[in-house]
């Protein structure tokens, strides 16, 4: 029964270059949360989906930052033109439904040289 | 503004001397309350939910407690394995259940 999987679990980029980080939830679950953490601060929501729908994307940059949640296939959280200021770990989390509780996955730590 | 705020940012304790870590917040109609624990390089392990106000729940040495403005975490004669940041989240008021999390607070056991 595996947990909530993402990868890379470390991926560097250039400036400028693409970070597509992926997540796959939980079997059965179909809520998807993204969150960033800086060092020494707490995890900053960023997006929150369902299967093929964006539900929440108010934590979300309105520039380079998007997100989706296909019907087949993980959750991807996409970078464009990547700035070291991007550069954090990233958290998903799943839940099969509201309230419920929230099981994360590893992260995906991005350094942007 | 913070909806949840968590004290003290680090704490130092020597083994088997207990202590609490406390999480306040600020949001109206809580319809929920976390604990996690998040080793460095891991992710944030889940420990607790706590929806009402009087409630308790245990898991080892820790104990997490409820009031309508805040939650403590009650760490009972702790060991050098329970170091780690525990971190706190409420749901946000509204119809999406999405957890907004304090800044945590870093705990560190001495043998």
């Not at chain 1, 969150?35 to 707490?42: D, N």
């Not at chain 2, 088997?16 to 998040?38: A, H, M, P």
Request: net charge positive.
């Amino acid at each position: 029964n595996a947990g909530v999987m993402q990868n890379p679990r470390h991926l560097v980029r250039r400036r400028g270059q693409e970070a597509r980080l992926r997540c796959s939830p939980m079997k059965g679950h179909s809520h998807v949360y993204w969150y960033r953490q800086l060092p020494e601060e707490g995890l900053k929501f960023m997006v929150y989906l369902q299967k093929e729908n964006i539900i929440d994307e108010s934590g979300m940059p309105k520039e380079r930052f998007s997100a989706e949640f296909p019907k087949e296939g993980p959750s991807i959280l996409r970078i464009q033109q990547v700035v070291r200021g991007d550069s954090a770990a990233y958290f998903c989390a799943s839940s099969l439904q509201g309230a419920k509780g929230y099981t994360f996955g590893s992260g995906t730590r991005l350094t942007v040289v | 503004e913070d909806q949840v705020t968590q004290s003290p940012e680090a704490l130092r304790l020597q083994e088997g001397e207990s202590s609490s870590l406390n999480c306040s917040y600020t949001v109206s109609g809580l319809r929920g309350l976390f604990w996690y624990r998040q080793d460095p390089g891991k992710g944030p392990e889940f420990l607790f939910t706590l929806y009402s106000a009087g409630e308790e729940k245990e898991k080892e040495r820790l104990k997490a407690t409820l009031t309508k403005k805040e939650s403590f975490l009650h760490i009972t004669a702790p060991k050098p394995e329970d170091s780690a940041t525990y971190l706190c989240a409420v749901l946000r008021p509204g119809g999406s259940y999405i957890p907004t999390f304090g800044r945590g607070t870093s705990l560190i056991v001495h043998p």
